[in-house]
């Protein structure tokens, strides 16, 4: 157990378990006396009101599992989630992984997701791969160097749409960070950005909508497809790669031919 994760413990007013005995064994262990509270998938929806009305008040509220990383495919997500669109402030001590850190206090969906890490540095490579993780249905998880993060949102808000997505920086650090917003949002305010740290875009998944895709972006992927296979090949990778139908990619590649 990590010095800062016994600190918090020990500050919290109140601390979140699934089980108070199991957490009760593990507080007394380490000498912290705490509140407990159960709060599970039974009791959630009954008692989360009243949780965020001690957040809203100042109250600082710890959640623990008894195993595995609380709020990822566990109901403190959903109380992850209304705490941040509260505006109240959420954070993961100190947690396996950046990436995990991140989507478990995102306010995203954590019950599938999908870990890409780093993205091509090359604007054309990192767009291909965009476009083949788009019909993905799972919040995205990706690493992203600073200096490329602009572009990477930029690229992210023209082929995924306007996604609702968390930026995490310098998570666990003295100067974590937490920015919620769309992706299209997103990259209007970090335009030109480039903060310091380390840094996880999570990104959420698709809707229900074919068209994650602007008009552009499908283009480029079909003249790509076309340079090095026959018409109905590059449809039929393009469709893949989008979860777009066929048949509408390959009329689409007829026409490209007769503008060229």
Request: glycine share 8%; charged share 20%.
């Amino acid at each position: 157990m990590a010095p800062r994760a016994l600190a918090v413990l020990a500050a919290a007013d109140s601390v979140l378990c699934e089980d108070t005995r199991h957490s009760g064994r593990l507080l007394a262990h380490f000498g912290i006396k705490a509140k407990l509270l159960p709060y599970h998938e039974h009791n959630a929806a009954r008692v989360r009101p009243g949780l965020l009305e001690q957040l809203a008040r100042g109250a600082t509220l710890a959640l623990i599992s008894d195993a595995g990383m609380p709020a990822i495919a566990d109901p403190g997500m959903k109380l992850v989630k209304e705490a941040a669109l509260a505006g109240i402030h959420v954070s993961a001590v100190p947690g396996p992984s950046a990436g995990i850190m991140a989507l478990a206090i995102s306010g995203l969906p954590t019950d599938r997701y999908f870990f890409q890490g780093f993205l091509p540095a090359k604007a054309s490579a990192r767009q291909k791969v965009l476009a083949e993780i788009a019909p993905i249905p799972a919040t995205l998880v990706l690493f992203e160097s600073p200096h490329r993060l602009a572009a990477c949102l930029a690229d992210a808000a023209a082929i995924l749409g306007p996604r609702p997505a968390a930026i995490g920086r310098e998570l666990t650090k003295l100067h974590e960070e937490m920015r919620r917003g769309s992706l299209d949002a997103l990259a209007a305010a970090l335009a030109g950005e480039a903060p310091k740290g380390e840094v996880v875009l999570v990104i959420g998944p698709p809707g229900d909508r074919q068209d994650l895709l602007d008009a552009d972006a499908v283009d480029a992927l079909l003249r790509e497809a076309l340079a090095a296979h026959g018409a109905s090949r590059a449809a039929a990778l393009v469709a893949e790669q989008t979860g777009r139908p066929r048949a509408e990619l390959y009329r689409r590649l007829l026409a490209l031919k007769g503008e060229r």
